[in-house]
Nanobody, 125 residues
Framework: DVQLQASGGGLVQAGGSLRLSCAATAATFDNYAVGWFRQAPGKEREGVSCISTRDGSTWYADSVKGRFTISSDNAENTVYLQMNSLKPEDTAVFYC??????????????????WGQGTLVTVSS
């Protein structure tokens, strides 16, 4: 079983940066797809980025390409989401999720087996 703990959210001005962390409790963490999702008020949850902890391959939603960077530290069982050039429309609750043995890709939320609690990101204009 895997438990995920998301952290790093906060309040930032437009143009600023935040780094989110997703720490996993797992015996091994070297063959998971770990994704970040976000859900803004009144909107559906949307995939933002995904990484394969097996080979480091990544996927990004078009809305965050060039601004967000996902990375993993398998020794620490942690996946990071570095968010730069933040915009007010990035304001949302961010969630991390994991599924074993999958490649980095645009997986829908229902495909993930494990979820962390959300961390709120608020970008002021």
């Amino acid at each position: 079983d895997v438990q995920l703990q998301a952290s790093g959210g906060g309040l930032v001005q437009a143009g600023g940066s935040l780094r989110l962390s997703c720490a996993a409790t797992a015996a091994t963490f070297d063959n998971y797809a770990v994704g970040w999702f976000r859900q803004a008020p009144g909107k559906e949850r949307e995939g933002v980025s995904c990484i394969s902890t097996r080979d480091g391959s990544t996927w990004y939603a078009d809305s965050v390409k060039g601004r967000f960077t996902i990375s993993s530290d398998n020794a620490e069982n942690t996946v990071y989401l570095q968010m730069n050039s933040l915009k007010p429309e990035d304001t949302a609750v961010f969630y991390c999720a994991a599924i074993g043995g999958r490649a980095a890709q645009a997986l829908p939320a229902w495909a993930y087996e494990y979820w962390g609690q959300g961390t709120l990101v608020t970008v002021s204009s």
